[in-house]
C-alpha cells in the first residue's frame, strides 16, 4: 500500500471508529461481551500473520479467536471457503448465496503453513438465493465477505433478528441505499446501523483490497 492509500485508510478507520463510538455511548446498558471480553477490546488482528492475500484464512482465524462456535450464514460466500473453514473448527455455516460454485480443490492453511486438499466430496450447506432478511431467524451471525446485494439487508436483518454481523463491504451493487456523495459506503454504512440502534466497531485483517470490516456481536451474548 502507497503511504498516501495507506494514510486514506487510517483516515477512514478513525472515521469509522468516531461513528462507532455514536453507538456505543449510546449503549451503556448493554456490556457485550465475547470469550470474556468487552465487545470494545475484541482484538484487532494484529496477531493474525501479516498477509497480502487469503482473506478467507485471516477471517476465520480472527471469528474463531473472538467468537464461540455459532450459527453462521455466510452471505454472497462464493465458493464456500470461509464457510467449510469455519464448519471444520466445529460452526455450523451455510453459504447463502444465489450462484452456486464448487469449493476449491486446496487452500493455504497459515497456521500450518503448508497447503491442504479439500475433500472433492466435502460439501457445505448452501442455500442458492439472494439474501433476504428473513434468512437471519436462522442464524446467530451473518457474514458478508465482499458480498454483494446484501450488506444493507444485513444491518437490517441484524435489527430486526438479534444477530451479530461481520461485514466487509467493497463494491456498492444492487443495495437498498448508494452513499451519499463525498460519503465512502463503509462510512455510510456504519452511520445507517447507528442509527438503527447497533453497536458495533471497524476492525482491519491484514490482507490486500478493500480490509476493513465492520462487526456486531449478536443480541443474545
Ligand atoms: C465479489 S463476490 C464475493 C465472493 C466471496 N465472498 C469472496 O470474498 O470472494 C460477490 C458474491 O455475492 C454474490 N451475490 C450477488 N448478489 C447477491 C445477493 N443479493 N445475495 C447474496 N449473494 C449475492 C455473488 O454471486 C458472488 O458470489
Known sequence: MTSRAKRRSDQLFEQLETISLRAHDADTTDILVVHGQDVLNVPDSTHLPRMKKFRFQLLHQWLIHNFDPCRAADIGGGKGLLAHLLMESGWQATVIDPVPQGLPDKYKDLVLGRRVKIDPAARVPNLPSTFETYHA?????????????????????????????????????????YPPLGVSWLESLADYAVRQGIVLKPFRLNFKGQNIGLYALPRSI
Open 137 to 177: 431467524q436462522y442464524f446467530d451471525l451473518l457474514i458478508g465477505m465482499h458480498a454483494h446485494g446484501s450488506n444493507v439487508k444485513i444491518i437490517d436483518a441484524a435489527a430486526e433478528f438479534g444477530c451479530g454481523f461481520v461485514i466487509f463491504p467493497c463494491c456498492v451493487i444492487d443495495e437498498a441505499f
